[in-house]
């Protein structure tokens, strides 16, 4: 990684910045002289922006949850059918996992080895949790296959769509709505009731 000079930060900039670095060392494995490095500030400065690594650790994974939850209160998540839902819900999360990639990423690599990635599991766990009750409503309303279990729906949705920070780079030919509409169809096709 270049070392970028500024003149100054701002928590954002430094926020980006530490995200990247996060992302290529592991939170575990960076110091504050490796983000001070990347910022190529002081470590002085950076405690001027914030209190320490684990802050923001905090403000990065918050960043990614509030995209996320943002998504379970749009109009789309809380009216129609719940299988319309599940498809609206699922390709949001995509396309926020686009916008938000390294923030994201950052996400789904916490361990829970602090507090605020304790934190951030859980509530992880939570948005599972909220999306495996529409997936639900949707099995009850006759919308998708009875007989596959909730739980591994959810897994096996979600899964797909957090594995796309492993592989996923921005590319000039591939659009978040196609990726989103491929995701979407590949997972929710197998999952819905044949009508006819």
């Given amino acids: 990684m270049t070392t970028a000079k500024r003149d100054t930060y701002t928590p954002e900039t430094l926020l980006s910045v530490a995200v990247q670095v996060f992302n290529e060392r592991g939170y575990d494995g960076t ?3 490796h983000l001070s490095k990347a910022a190529g500030i002081s470590k002085s400065s950076i405690y001027h922006h914030v209190a320490g690594k684990e802050e923001l650790l905090q403000r ?14 749009e109009t789309g998540a809380v009216r129609g059918r719940a299988v319309e839902r599940v498809e609206y819900v699922t390709r949001r999360t995509v396309e926020v996992l686009v916008a938000e990639l390294p923030y994201v990423t950052l996400l789904l690599r916490v361990r829970g080895n602090t507090r605020t990635e304790r934190w951030a599991l859980e509530r992880r ?30 897994r096996l949705l979600f899964g797909m769509v ?29 999952l819905r009731t044949v009508r006819g």
């Fill in 125 to 154: 766990r939570e948005f599972d949790h909220q999306v495996a009750e529409l997936l639900k409503a949707a099995a009850a309303d006759g919308d998708l296959r009875a007989d596959v279990d909730i739980r591994l729906a959810t």
């Fill in 31 to 33: 110091s504050m002289e």
């Fill in 60 to 73: 990065a994974v918050s960043r990614a949850l509030d995209g996320l939850f943002a998504v379970l209160e």
């Fill in 162 to 190: 957090n594995s796309l920070v492993e592989w996923y780079r921005p590319h000039p030919g591939t659009t978040a709505d196609q990726l989103a509409d491929a995701v979407v169809h590949m997972a929710l096709d197998g």
